[in-house]
């Protein structure tokens, strides 16, 4: 099968399958059964980057980009629960931003910027998982228990959509330095 000449790509963390099942499972009674589509637990991940549809060319240029990038792994815990009415999903976030993260993300931004010509969001970056689509109107819960998420990686992730909704798959990775003790 040849490899398409342009795809849409995303930079994100990717949790390992058992923190992607415990993220499911622990978030399974946020939104009442038959509301909205919730997402399959290897869908889970957070999006750092949105590059949108890039050739194979631009696609070499950000996965050079992204090899320059050096951070340490850091631990996320999602203690809140969140609705976007707007695109009707509903999501998981973090009270405490690590720091970790926050210079993860600026730094990959910088370097796309830099070595590609990327065009950074304009919004402010707010780390969430998105669990559900196509929710109108939910009741969430004011506090929730925390969910750990020991984070290691970085990667380049494809979307394809299909009609029975996103399809998504690791492109690359990049390792994060172990944190010192």
Request: charged share 15%; with cysteine.
């Amino acid at each position: 099968m040849d490899k398409p000449v342009s795809q849409r790509l995303f930079f994100a963390l990717w949790p390992a399958p058992e923190v992607a099942q415990t993220i499911w499972r622990s978030a399974a009674s946020l939104v009442p059964k038959g509301v909205g589509r919730r997402l399959p637990p290897q869908h889970i991940h957070l999006t750092l980057a949105f590059l949108g549809t890039i050739s194979e060319q631009q696609e070499q240029c950000v996965c050079r980009a992204a090899a320059g990038v050096r951070g340490e792994g850091f631990t996320l815990q999602f203690d809140t629960a969140g609705h976007f009415p707007r695109p009707q999903v509903v999501w998981l976030g973090v009270n405490q931003l690590p720091l970790a993260l926050q210079t993860l993300q600026t730094q990959l931004v910088s370097e796309l910027t830099r070595q590609c010509g990327y065009e950074p969001e304009p919004r402010p970056f707010v780390p969430h998982l998105t669990l559900w689509r196509k929710v109108r109107r939910v009741e969430l819960p004011a506090t929730m228990p925390p969910i750990a998420w020991p984070v290691s990686r970085f990667v380049l992730a494809r979307s394809r959509t299909l009609p029975t909704g996103a399809e998504y798959s690791i492109v690359q990775e990049w390792p994060l330095a172990a944190v010192q003790e």
